[in-house]
């Protein structure tokens, strides 16, 4: 059976995550002493700091998934602002300083390398920790097959990129089989 997810946004330290997944629990705690049944759930967090992403290892020891939030974890490790990035990032592509836009296509040398690092700390804490991305780039073919790649659970995006998400994920799984 699948749990309820419950997800702790923007953290930054392990210590955030456990004073906001205490709270939960007492809530849960609460539920039960009102209801007579505890609700059942896992708690994760979305990774969406580089030093989150650091410090996954130990952010793991209690959250059962992560999902990365790569338009914040882009923004903050880039040091932009979506927003106004789009004033200037066509000429950084146009001139060669980056290959694409990394709010559109994940920057894998930089917000990529953050991600696998996490990965890798997360596993090495909790083997079965649920791993995913949510935001634009899940909806991505180049991000898809990157996730696929480092081994991600599942990949979230907006309603109307879903097609092109689906189409993306079988063929990078396809290619992940044939390899």
Known sequence: PVLPEIMVPLVALKAEFDRVAAMIARTA????????????????????LPRAA???????EGAAFFSFGTNDLTQTTFGLSRDDAAGFLHAYTAGGILPSDPFVTLD?????ELIEIAVDRGRSTRPDIKLGICGEHGGDPATIGFCEGIGLDYVSCSPFRVP????AAAQ???KAGAA
């Open 29 to 48: 705690d609460a539920v039960a002493a009102e209801k007579g049944a505890r609700p059942d759930y896992i708690v994760g967090t979305m990774i969406e």
């Open 54 to 60: 650091l410090q996954a290892d130990r952010i793991a």
């Open 108 to 112: 894998v040398d930089g917000v990529g």
């Open 164 to 167: 092109i998400a689906r189409l």
């Open 172 to 174: 990078a799984s396809l």
